[in-house]
């Protein structure tokens, strides 16, 4: 059967790749793409319908991003956006001008063209953010909807299949907003939707299987989801063509080292090399208190070490990144691979003897990795994993970094996870199905150890001993957090447990501050 894709073309909008995840949620495939892509390069890739996104500039402004009006005529459906319904305007010969008042947020708005498609007809919520307004449409398109303030808050051209709306149906206070976009996917350009993950890995693997052919391949297994995913993407094509290097820093969470291990040697019988290194980390960590030079350190000595194994095994032909596709979309032009900027895989290009670079999540969003994960047949733990620092601990323990320090930190964190994930997470480690909104749900939980000892007292004895900090943030993005406001109870029954069950901590903290200002790590 016939692949079927949206193009977005990008113009800049900041919910460029919100649009892109609520097609593919919608099971149609889609790639954002420039705005500065050719209109023959976009025949070429025989879309099914094409969408322009927002973006924060005027159309009539000389360097405004502008699209060639061949995309307009290319015979394919287009649906304009915000600013990409003001291009449409204004390449077909309508006005767009500053609108007298501007929209900003919630806005009703009124569908009243009998066939308004893709809108329903009637009276609804839109979400809103523009100061420029189509003040005539183009020849050949009816207003579909307005607003009090915008006359055209929507328009079509039904003969050409060229629709418009000034609101933004990708967001979540637009009421219909997905059904507006299905609308369009499915009943204009007849998309399927039956794009799902099985089939994609299927292919995935087989295309992965004819690049690399009998060639070697070398993977950074963190233990994170993506390059889990990956590794065992690579794996299922090539079995033991791949060898999987873990460096284990002695900064990792409870078991967490062993269940890596367990996961690649047991559940999947990859190559897996797990090199302990902790005790090469806590020389090097001696007496180190400042941040950015613990980082540092961490970082470097994974170069080190992970060049040294790759050393053993010589030259391979390819070496494989967990890049996924908002890191490809977020270097502009949806064409150059940006390798990951983390401190832990950054530099491996440079210290491993390789041809080329496979990135086999390069087209998927996060949560599109962890269904390719649980497609894979990876534990759920691992597929629901949160987000860990590549230093691991080490930014955890605020100031010197000890084995004991590790050790104590270890156990606190177990147990606060293990409460919170009782409490929020009855039914499985997927966010979607806990009894609480996700809104109000941890997405990255973990204790810190302060560099603070104060005074207590334990049975008859004064104890002068450590204070553990709890942190729990709620996020999309990790760009902004607000910390999950955790029953008492739970906190409680935390604190009770980590003074009990772990030696050298008398008090327990939690941490209430937003980010910003504070950031999600301590260090
Ligand atoms: P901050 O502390 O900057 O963290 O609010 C934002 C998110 O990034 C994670 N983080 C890292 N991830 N290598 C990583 O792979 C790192 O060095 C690193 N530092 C912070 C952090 O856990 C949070 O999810």
Request: aromatic share 8%; glycine share 8%.
């Amino acid at each position: 059967m016939e692949h079927q894709c949206i193009i977005i073309l990008d113009f800049g909008g900041q919910y460029s790749h919100l649009i892109a995840r609520r097609v593919r949620e919608a099971g149609v495939y889609c790639l954002v793409k420039s705005y500065k892509t050719p209109p023959r390069e976009l025949a070429a890739m025989r879309p099914s319908g094409i969408i322009l996104t927002g973006g924060p500039n005027s159309v009539y402004e000389e360097s405004s991003p502008h699209c060639s009006k061949e995309v307009l005529e290319l015979g394919v459906p287009v649906l304009g956006i915000c600013y990409g319904a003001q291009l449409m305007a204004y390449l077909l010969g309508g006005k767009v001008a500053t609108a007298p008042v501007g929209e900003y947020g919630r806005i009703r708005l009124t569908a009243d063209a009998a066939q308004s498609l893709p809108l329903p007809c009637g009276e609804f919520t839109v979400w809103m953010s523009h100061k420029d307004y189509i003040s005539e449409p183009p020849d050949g398109f009816i207003v579909t909807a307005k607003t009090n303030d915008c006359p055209t808050a929507a328009m079509a051209n039904f003969e050409k299949n060229l629709y418009a709306v000034q609101f933004h149906p990708e967001v979540q206070h637009t009421e219909h907003g997905q059904e507006i976009l299905e609308a369009f996917l499915k009943g204009i350009c007849a998309c399927r939707g039956d794009w799902e993950m099985k089939g994609y890995v299927e292919q995935t693997i087989q295309a992965l299987r004819e690049k690399i052919g009998d060639r070697k391949v070398i993977c950074a297994m963190s233990g994170g989801v993506d390059s889990t995913v990956a590794a065992v993407m690579v794996h299922k094509a090539v079995g033991k063509q791949l060898t999987n290097i873990f460096v284990d820093h002695g900064l990792m969470r409870k078991n967490e080292g062993d269940e890596v291990e367990r996961i690649a040697t047991q559940t999947f019988d990859m190559n897996f090399i797990r090199v302990n290194a902790a005790d090469i980390y806590f020389e090097k960590l001696k007496g180190v208190e400042e941040p950015e030079r613990k980082r540092r350190i961490i970082g470097e000595e994974f170069i080190r070490v992970f060049e040294r194994e790759a050393e053993k095994i010589g030259k391979v032909g390819f070496l494989v990144q967990g890049t996924i596709y908002p890191d490809v979309i977020e270097s502009g032009s949806g064409d150059s691979a940006v390798i990951k900027s983390h401190h832990n895989v950054g530099a491996l290009p440079d210290v491993v003897d390789f041809d080329e670079i496979v990135e086999p999540l390069r087209m998927l969003f996060k949560d599109e990795v962890r269904r390719a994960g649980l497609e894979l047949g990876i534990p759920e733990e691992l597929v629901w994993r949160q987000p860990f620092p590549g230093p691991g601990l080490g930014v955890r323990i605020l100031g010197e970094v000890t084995p004991e320090k590790a050790d104590t930190l270890r156990e606190a964190d177990a147990i606060f996870r293990e409460e919170l994930e009782a409490y929020y997470f009855p039914n499985g480690r997927d966010p979607a199905l806990s009894p609480y909104p996700l809104d109000a749900v941890p997405s990255q939980y973990f204790a810190a150890l302060t560099n603070m000892r104060s005074v207590g007292v334990m049975g008859d004895f004064r104890t002068y001993s450590s204070a553990i900090a709890l942190r729990a943030v709620n996020t999309n993005d990790f760009m902004t957090a607000d910390f999950v406001q955790i029953p008492y109870e739970v906190l409680s029954k935390v604190s009770s447990r980590i003074v009990n069950e772990v030696p050298g901590v008398n008090r327990v903290l939690y941490d209430i501050t937003p980010k910003p200002p504070a950031t999600i790590e301590m260090e």
